[in-house]
């Protein structure tokens, strides 16, 4: 397991209780170190290590930018936080505060918070602007999950 960063967060596995520490940017997919049941991978990125957490992933990553200010974005945050667990092994969610990576902010354009996209490695493969129920942001992540698949997969592994 190579643990980039350094940056870990504690995920309690929803299926057996076990506390695990899942690394920001890693090679593979968490797993539970005790169910081996798939993690939700949910972690913060900014301007330096935003190609190591998010476009060096080998799953697909929902990117949320979003600020503190933002009202809908505090709306958005816990949906996004269901989404993934949901899809937990299936996708990552990196949170990005706009304020605090104004690169990032640049380079994707952002004109209004929140906007969602999903990536595969470097690539766009699916963008929103502003908020949405539960509902809506699952059929379109789901629809974005199916169009990454079509992009090559780079070698997965498990992360512990």
Avoid: Y
């Amino acid at each position: 397991m190579s643990t980039g960063t350094g940056t870990t967060t504690t995920v309690v596995c929803e299926h057996c209780g076990h506390k695990n520490r899942v690394p920001a940017a890693a090679a593979g997919k968490p797993k539970c170190g005790n169910c081996h049941e798939p993690l939700p991978w949910i972690v913060d990125a900014g301007d330096p290590d935003f190609a190591e957490v998010a476009e060096r992933a080998t799953m697909p990553v929902l990117v949320d930018l979003w600020a503190t200010w933002c009202g809908p974005c505090r709306q958005v945050s816990p949906a996004l936080a269901q989404l993934a667990r949901e899809r937990a092994g299936k996708v990552k969610l990196v949170k990005v505060d706009v304020d605090k990576a104004p690169g990032l902010s640049r380079r994707f354009d952002v004109k209004a918070v929140p906007t969602l996209m999903v990536l595969r490695g470097a690539e766009v493969v699916a963008r929103q602007a502003g908020a949405a129920p539960v509902p809506v942001l699952r059929d379109w992540l789901d629809q974005a999950l199916a169009r990454s698949e079509n992009t090559p997969e780079t070698k997965e592994g498990d992360v512990r």
